[in-house]
């Protein structure tokens, strides 16, 4: 009797696993992006995926895709302009990886701006970028983030803290 208990719970918890596992997965197209504890850029980052790395997808909100690092296990959200559905297999003769956008470039794009429109703006108005780029290079530790937002009272539209 305690032999067939255990081997219902064991086959229980299988049949759970399939069914809460959709089998999608989606490969990370971009150099390299955050895996977050939440759905929302103030999450604290959990790991870094690279491109080419597959998540298992466990769940999606607005922009977000939850899902679970295959190589690792690690549990996360990622953000959607970062992912594809495409599987991205590697050649390790191929320069795939250095031609690839960040997701710092890929959020620029999706605004249209880029490097040959930046470069256009700077010959045809005068512009100078020379401040943008500095504060680009300006990094804020997330410890320092998290004391302003609570100093400031501030909010996480997607509810955290």
């Known amino acids: 009797m305690r032999k067939r208990l255990v081997f219902s719970f064991g086959l229980f918890l299988v049949v759970l ?8 997965q989606r490969s990370v197209e971009v150099k390299q992006t955050p895996m977050r504890d939440r759905p929302g850029f103030l999450g604290a980052p959990v790991t870094t995926l690279s491109y080419g790395d597959r998540i298992d997808v466990l769940g999606t909100r607005q922009d977000w895709t939850q ?9 996360g959200w ?11 297999i590697l050649d390790p003769g191929t320069r795939d990886v250095e031609r690839s956008a960040t997701d710092t470039e890929v959020a620029l794009a999706g605004r249209g701006f880029n ?28 410890e320092k983030l998290a004391a302003f937002i609570q100093t400031g009272e501030l909010n996480d539209p997607d509810g955290g803290q």
Not at 78 to 88: E, G, M
Not at 119 to 140: K, P
């Open 78 to 88: 990622v953000h959607n302009s970062a992912l594809t559905t495409k599987r991205i």
């Open 67 to 75: 899902g679970r690092f295959t190589a690792t296990g690690s549990e």
């Open 17 to 24: 696993s399939v069914l809460l596992s959709s089998g999608e």
């Open 115 to 142: 490097e040959e429109v930046e470069a256009r703006y700077r010959a045809e108005q005068g512009l100078d970028f020379s401040y943008v780029d500095r504060i680009e290079e300006y990094e804020v530790p997330v």
